[in-house]
């Protein structure tokens, strides 16, 4: 069970892993986008909820979110012994027998009525307006995230293991998600004179800050991606950052393997970027909330060896701070040793570690056998 499918994200490269590991699965989604995945995924058999038929929703699904519980109790999975919900949303809600094992891959409780509501609802009209169904979206999340429908979650860090017990008063396993560490490789050359971004461009991925941090510093930038804010950014950048748009992932690996360092101002739930950049032998300078703290080793660290340096505070000045640390430090940094670190988080071992997890769920399950 997923929330939709209208696109190649994170989410939705945990989901290309478990259709590989259960390839005779089905698949039910509220949304459905042909040809917005990948092969593993879109191979399954796709079963949707009324919601994906009403015209033009591929583009405005989110505009919808009141119908979602709605539309994912509308589901009735019978018959099935294991029910794995990978959530961000309304998915870990389905309707499924009593006697099926309920794992959910919880990528985070609901950002839009927890921690980040304030992201998406930016003015106090809007706060004050949406108020009940933030309520009544609360209360739908917290009743169906009780064992009696979820018997076991499974989170991808160690920052939405806290949230899942903040929120929902429930343990849960950590399984970091699936990276493709073999794509990228440190380059034998050594890195070139600049810094690399690679951005969203929304605003909690804080590429303001960059800009501000590198005005009048004598460094350059690159900043690769693209997303609602970029042209606002890009008119207002000092010359020494470039924007790059969108880039293959072939050029990516490159910039990944030649910038002297990744920056990383936002903070996320786990980080796939600051893996694929450590997996090319490069440091991170990040700021040092979610998930960065599984993924990156900063420097002073009792583990050794650093594979970054983090800020406390996002700030242009803790950042250029930041950066001034990691160049007086930078022999401190192996690129082979950052790239071995980072393999922990290949796609090898999400397999081994969610099936594991969920052998673990299957052997303290309370629920009679079928």
Same mark, same amino acid.
């Given at each position: 069970m997923h929330d939709w499918l209208t696109g190649f994200r994170g989410g939705e490269k945990?989901? &290309?892993e478990l259709a590989k590991l259960y390839p005779e699965a089905d698949l039910y989604t509220l949304v459905y986008v042909p040809g917005s995945t990948c092969e593993a995924i879109e191979r399954l058999p796709i079963h949707v909820s009324p919601l994906s038929r009403i015209p033009g929703i591929r583009?405005?699904?989110? &505009?919808?979110?009141?119908?979602?519980?709605? &539309?994912?109790?509308?589901?009735?999975l019978e018959g099935y012994d294991l029910i794995v919900s990978v959530s961000h949303a309304v998915a870990k809600a389905v309707p499924h027998d009593a006697g099926a094992l309920h794992v959910s891959y919880c990528l985070t409780p609901m950002r839009y009525v927890w921690d980040q509501s304030h992201h998406y609802l930016r003015s106090r009209a809007l706060q004050i307006a949406t108020a009940p169904l933030v309520s009544a979206l609360r209360r739908f999340d917290l009743r169906y995230s009780r064992p009696e429908q979820v018997d076991c979650f499974l989170a991808p860090s160690s920052a939405v293991a806290e949230r899942i017990e903040e929120h929902y008063s429930r343990s849960s396993q950590r399984v970091f998600p699936p990276v493709a560490t073999g794509a990228f490789a440190p380059d034998p050359r050594g890195p070139d004179d600049f810094y690399l971004a690679v951005a969203g461009f929304v605003p909690y991925k804080r590429e303001d800050l960059l800009v501000d941090a590198f005005r009048g510093l004598d460094r350059r930038l690159r900043i690769a991606g693209d997303g609602p804010l970029r042209r606002r950014l890009e008119a207002k950048a000092p010359p020494n950052v470039e924007f790059l748009g969108r880039v293959s992932d072939t050029e990516l690996a490159s910039l990944y393997a030649r910038c002297r360092a990744l920056l990383y101002p936002q903070e996320e739930d786990f980080g796939i970027i600051a893996v694929e950049a450590q997996a090319a032998g490069r440091p991170v300078i990040a700021f040092g909330r979610g998930g960065v703290r599984d993924t990156v080793r900063p420097l002073g660290a009792a583990a050794a060896p650093a594979t970054g340096v983090f800020f406390d505070e996002q700030s242009p000045g803790c950042i250029r701070a930041a950066i001034r640390h990691f160049e007086e430090n930078a022999g401190s940094f192996d690129p082979n040793a950052i790239s071995a670190w980072a393999q922990r988080f290949g796609v090898a071992s999400f397999r081994e570690n969610f099936a594991r997890a969920v052998e673990s769920a299957r052997t303290h399950a309370t629920k009679p056998a079928r």
């Open positions: 945990v989901l &290309a583009h405005h699904y989110r &505009a919808w979110l009141p119908l979602f519980p709605l &539309a994912i109790r509308s589901f009735r």
